[in-house]
């Protein structure tokens, strides 16, 4: 923990009457009433050294920033993590890999794009407070259903920096018909500037190439959106 950080505490789940314990609370509630950190809690099981479980799984879903943060966290980096050894990490990689091939199984579930606002929503509230620019990309199927949003870039976007190739590798591998391109603007200004129509143009290019259609390029500001395909920048 770096100095002047603060770590919200929680209860072990001794300290917590049974009827708010996470388990009993997914018995009688059902998954879906449990945050993401009791879920996580229930896989880790125990805490390590005082600290509770509860607040292991919210350390590490704020030190990851969520779920695909821990999903694309490697094997190593995981047991790294003070009290998450092998044991606990191969449980929650196996969970994790089952949630992932669920999606797969159940393609009627995932969440299909039909306008720019529903590619924003999908990463608005995620990308809004990134404090570096990342470029990720909404993969999609040919009904326009969301197969995976992996991050392509961390840092400054530019022409001399991005590897329009990097962008349609994660496309070619899931078979995707059309992709998103979306990046942030850490200010909260989401005005695009030369340079993101200049990689646009270049990206739309080698879509073209590839026959893989690139629908859009979003960029997220604090809690707003551009479409640089609804004002014609870049396509």
């Not at 607040?55 to 695909?68: D, S, V, W």
């Not at 391109?181 to 646009?200: A, L, Q, R, Y």
Request: negative net charge; proline residues 5%; aromatic residues 4%.
């Amino acid at each position: 923990m770096t100095q002047g950080e603060t770590v919200e505490y929680h209860p072990t789940i001794k300290e917590l009457p049974v009827s708010e314990r996470p388990r009993e609370r997914l018995e009688h509630y059902g998954a879906g009433a449990l945050s993401t950190s009791e879920l996580l809690a229930i896989i880790l099981r125990t805490g390590v050294g005082g600290e509770s479980v509860l607040n292991m799984a919210a350390r590490l879903m704020a030190r990851y920033n969520g779920l695909l943060g821990l999903a694309r966290a490697s094997f190593g980096e995981l047991c790294a993590e003070h009290g998450i050894g092998p044991a606990k990490v191969t449980q929650l990689k196996a969970a994790l890999e089952l949630g992932r091939r669920l999606l797969i199984a159940s393609p009627e579930e995932r969440p299909q794009v039909k306008s720019p606002a529903d590619a924003a929503n999908l990463l608005m509230i995620e990308m809004s407070l990134l404090e570096q620019e990342h470029l990720r990309t909404i993969l999609l199927d040919s009904k326009n259903r969301v197969l995976a949003t992996p991050t392509i870039y961390v840092g400054s976007l530019n022409t001399s920096v991005v590897r329009v190739g990097e962008l349609f590798r994660e496309a070619i591998k899931l078979n995707s018909a059309a992709f998103i391109v979306v990046h942030n603007h850490p200010s909260g200004d989401p005005t695009p500037s030369p340079e993101d129509v200049k990689v646009t143009e270049l990206i739309v290019q080698a879509g073209q190439l590839l026959d893989i259609e690139v629908l859009d390029h979003l960029i997220i500001g604090q809690q707003r959106y551009v479409s640089l395909k609804e004002r014609g920048l870049g396509f």
